[in-house]
């Protein structure tokens, strides 16, 4: 990602925030662990799939342990999944991807 980005950061500590966050701010990009609370990160995705103008927002999902089920669920989405501990430049890598 370059140092001079336009984008803007925003956390939301539950799922919760999130669903708040993007009714209110347009998202280009989310960033979700899969263990966000009340909602997984890749339930919550799967939520926002369904709705008006966030279909096809991307995605990169983080988790400590990739099931088969998450895998096929990264997949079905065409999301990019890191696995914990994630490094730096992963993340990176994986948001420039996205964004292209």
């Known amino acids: 990602m370059q140092q001079t980005s336009a984008h803007r ?6 799922s919760i925030q999130v669903l708040c966050l993007l009714q209110n701010v347009h ?10 609370t009340p909602l997984p990160g890749i339930e919550l ?6 709705m008006k103008g966030l ?3 991307p995605a ?3 988790s400590a342990c990739f099931s088969p089920l998450l ?3 990264l997949a079905h989405y065409q999301l990019i999944g890191l ?4 490094k730096v430049e ?9 964004l292209v």
């Open 27 to 36: 998202i280009d990009l989310l960033v979700l662990d899969d263990g966000l």
């Open 71 to 73: 895998q096929e669920e």
């Open 9 to 14: 950061v925003f956390l939301a500590a539950d």
């Open 83 to 86: 696995e914990k501990p994630i």
């Open 55 to 57: 279909e096809a927002l």
């Open 45 to 50: 995705y799967h939520h926002l799939h369904f």
């Open 90 to 98: 992963a993340l990176v890598r994986a948001i420039d991807q996205l």
């Open 60 to 62: 990169v999902i983080m």
